[in-house]
């Protein structure tokens, strides 16, 4: 078998030319596929820059000279935000430890974030990438450069640009740093929101948009421009200058009082024909008169026929709208008589009232006798109306019902009169010294008009029971007589034995037995 040798040479322009054409094909691919995106709607630009390159302060090497390339490259803007630059650069590189000076040539792929607005004047970049650099075209190395870049705008499509790089290798004594100056220059037509239509003819150029609509956007795809469309974000006609109208009356939805059914006041139908829309017509199926919110009002006299208790007869709304009568002709129109059939008073509101009171009869517990108190008088003054008053005429507190409270001395002399009191021995008369302390009571009772007597007999326990309570009897009942007998009226009195049953005292003594015969005064209030 031959053997071919090549020379060292030859493999290794192989090998540079190969990275080349990886770093041009790998561009082309990101290319490619950024280019493919929905979003994408792409600038392009191309540069010359004059480079300054630094193999010496990377490398840690003193005394070594800044040396000078070129370069040209050409970058790819997919949005204002993502670029792809593919710079080729020739130059020359002042190496450590070579003894001339390299003539290099190199090749890069790089991708491009930066910060872009159309009518900006300053546009910041940062970018990052791989390239290949070739050595005289005999050896190369891999290298990845980072680094930041500002266009400065100077016309309408181009730029002065500044960049600084920092390249990596995987060889040794091959880091450098770069500084470029030159100029970019974009291609095509100016695009500014990336919608197809360029700001020449765009009417929204810093908006995206349709073209139909010279570039201005349309939200709701209605074809009518958001900036004309009173609703942009509900799609509608040219008539309602973009606002949805449901109902189809011409009417925006937004400006409808009926949305949903078709009318031509304030976009509601009027079905009665008053004048009044449906709405607002309180009455929508019966013709009527706005001031009664469309409702009709047979006898004209401003009370709607609904709420009209005489619909055919003219009268006040006060009356409901039924005309002003007085039935019983006392002057008192029906209207505010609370007795319209029977003749009355204007203070008792139309009602009969006897006695003048301002109190109507039905409910004047005293209908002939005038008073301000439920129709009553309250003739003593005491608070208490002379029907609840026992003592009408005297002054008393209502827990007495109306009647003066017993003086002390007055109670004092009726339990003296118990014992004063005298019946001749076993018998029911009367001694003559009884009248005067009788005397007394019958003066207790005229004072005391108001108050009733009971009167009560008592016996000791000698004889018997029978003979004993008949005695007691009679011997009350010869008190009672008396009292008749010097005007005291028999209503206010009663009179009742009862024997020894009460006994106040032992009746085993003589003066036990005395105070236990006695006829008892008390008075009190029905």
Same mark, same amino acid.
């Given at each position: 078998?031959?053997?071919?040798?090549?020379?060292?040479?030859?493999?290794?322009?192989?090998?540079?030319?190969?990275?080349?054409?990886?770093?041009?094909?790998?561009?082309?691919?990101?290319?490619?596929?950024?280019?493919?995106?929905?979003?994408?709607?792409?600038?392009?630009?191309?540069?010359?820059?004059?480079?300054?390159?630094?193999?010496?302060?990377?490398?840690?090497?003193?005394?070594?000279?800044?040396?000078?390339?070129?370069?040209?490259?050409?970058?790819?803007?997919?949005?204002?935000?993502?670029?792809?630059?593919?710079?080729?650069?020739?130059?020359?590189?002042?190496?450590?430890?070579?003894?001339?000076?390299?003539?290099?040539?190199?090749?890069?792929?790089?991708?491009?974030?930066?910060?872009?607005?159309?009518?900006?004047?300053?546009?910041?970049?940062?970018?990052?990438?791989?390239?290949?650099?070739?050595?005289?075209?005999?050896?190369?190395?891999?290298?990845?450069?980072?680094?930041?870049?500002?266009?400065?705008?100077?016309?309408?499509?181009?730029?002065?640009?500044?960049?600084?790089?920092?390249?990596?290798?995987?060889?040794?004594?091959?880091?450098?740093?770069?500084?470029?100056?030159?100029?970019?220059?974009?291609?095509?037509?100016?695009?500014?929101?990336?919608?197809?239509?360029?700001?020449?003819?765009?009417?929204?150029?810093?908006?995206?948009?349709?073209?139909?609509?010279?570039?201005?956007?349309?939200?709701?795809?209605?074809?009518?421009?958001?900036?004309?469309?009173?609703?942009?974000?509900?799609?509608?006609?040219?008539?309602?200058? @973009? !606002?949805? $109208? &449901?109902?189809?009356? #011409?009417?925006? %939805?937004?400006? /409808?009082? *009926? +949305? =949903?059914?078709?009318?031509?006041?304030? @976009? !509601?139908? $009027? &079905?009665?024909?008053? #004048?009044?829309? %449906?709405?607002? /017509?309180? *009455? +929508? =199926?019966?013709?009527?008169?706005?001031?009664?919110?469309?409702?009709?009002?047979?006898?004209?006299?401003?009370?709607?026929?609904?709420?009209?208790?005489?619909?055919?007869?003219?009268?006040?709304?006060?009356?409901?709208?039924?005309?002003?009568?007085?039935?019983?002709?006392?002057?008192?129109?029906?209207?505010?008589?609370?007795?319209?059939?029977?003749?009355?008073?204007?203070?008792?509101?139309?009602?009969?009232?006897?006695?003048?009171?301002?109190?109507?009869?039905?409910?004047?517990?005293?209908?002939?006798?005038?008073?301000?108190?439920?129709?009553?008088?309250?003739?003593?003054?005491?608070?208490?109306?002379?029907?609840?008053?026992?003592?009408?005429?005297?002054?008393?507190?209502?827990?007495?019902?109306?009647?003066?409270?017993?003086?002390?001395?007055?109670?004092?002399?009726?339990?003296?009169?118990?014992?004063?009191?005298?019946?001749?021995?076993?018998?029911?008369?009367?001694?003559?010294?009884?009248?005067?302390?009788?005397?007394?009571?019958?003066?207790?009772?005229?004072?005391?008009?108001?108050?009733?007597?009971?009167?009560?007999?008592?016996?000791?326990?000698?004889?018997?029971?029978?003979?004993?309570?008949?005695?007691?009897?009679?011997?009350?009942?010869?008190?009672?007589?008396?009292?008749?007998?010097?005007?005291?009226?028999?209503?206010?009195?009663?009179?009742?034995?009862?024997?020894?049953?009460?006994?106040?005292?032992?009746?085993?003594?003589?003066?036990?037995?005395?105070?236990?015969?006695?006829?008892?005064?008390?008075?009190?209030?029905?």
């Amino acid at each position: 078998m031959r053997i071919i040798h090549l020379p060292y040479t030859c493999i290794q322009n192989f090998i540079s030319m190969k990275n080349y054409l990886l770093i041009f094909a790998l561009s082309l691919i990101i290319g490619n596929v950024l280019a493919q995106s929905p979003a994408s709607q792409g600038v392009s630009a191309i540069s010359a820059k004059l480079l300054f390159i630094d193999y010496g302060m990377p490398n840690n090497v003193d005394n070594l000279d800044i040396t000078n390339g070129l370069e040209i490259g050409y970058t790819r803007h997919f949005s204002r935000f993502v670029g792809l630059t593919v710079p080729l650069k020739v130059g020359v590189a002042n190496i450590s430890g070579v003894q001339d000076n390299v003539n290099i040539v190199s090749l890069d792929a790089l991708l491009r974030l930066q910060y872009f607005k159309e009518q900006a004047r300053l546009v910041p970049y940062v970018f990052g990438g791989a390239g290949y650099v070739s050595e005289r075209f005999e050896s190369g190395n891999l290298q990845i450069p980072v680094g930041l870049g500002l266009d400065i705008r100077v016309g309408r499509n181009s730029y002065v640009n500044l960049q600084g790089e920092y390249r990596l290798s995987q060889e040794d004594l091959r880091k450098n740093m770069q500084l470029g100056l030159g100029f970019v220059y974009r291609l095509g037509k100016n695009d500014a929101d990336r919608d197809g239509v360029s700001d020449a003819l765009d009417k929204c150029p810093n908006i995206p948009g349709v073209a139909a609509l010279g570039g201005c956007p349309d939200a709701d795809g209605d074809g009518i421009a958001d900036a004309d469309d009173k609703c942009p974000d509900q799609a509608g006609s040219k008539m309602t200058n @973009g !606002c949805p $109208d &449901t109902d189809g009356d #011409g009417l925006a %939805d937004k400006d /409808d009082d *009926c +949305p =949903e059914v078709a009318g031509t006041m304030n @976009g !509601c139908p $009027d &079905t009665d024909g008053d #004048g009044l829309a %449906d709405n607002i /017509d309180q *009455c +929508p =199926e019966e013709k009527g008169v706005v001031a009664l919110s469309g409702c009709p009002d047979d006898d004209n006299d401003g009370v709607a026929n609904r709420n009209d208790d005489c619909p055919t007869e003219a009268g006040p709304a006060e009356n409901k709208g039924c005309p002003i009568t007085d039935r019983d002709g006392d002057g008192i129109d029906d209207v505010d008589d609370a007795c319209p059939d029977q003749a009355g008073s204007a203070t008792a509101k139309g009602c009969p009232d006897r006695d003048n009171d301002g109190v109507a009869d039905a409910s004047d517990r005293c209908p002939d006798d005038y008073g301000k108190f439920e129709g009553c008088p309250d003739t003593d003054g005491d608070g208490l109306v002379d029907p609840d008053d026992t003592c009408p005429r005297l002054a008393g507190p209502v827990s007495n019902k109306g009647c003066p409270e017993v003086k002390k001395e007055d109670q004092a002399l009726l339990i003296t009169a118990m014992r004063s009191v005298k019946f001749e021995t076993g018998k029911t008369t009367l001694r003559s010294e009884s009248y005067a302390i009788l005397d007394q009571v019958v003066d207790i009772m005229n004072r005391y008009a108001g108050y009733s007597l009971a009167i009560a007999g008592h016996t000791d326990d000698v004889g018997s029971d029978k003979i004993n309570l008949d005695l007691s009897e009679g011997r009350a009942k010869a008190c009672y007589d008396y009292l008749v007998s010097k005007g005291i009226d028999a209503v206010r009195m009663t009179y009742k034995g009862y024997g020894e049953t009460q006994p106040v005292a032992s009746n085993k003594s003589t003066k036990g037995r005395s105070l236990n015969r006695r006829v008892e005064f008390n008075l009190y209030v029905k």
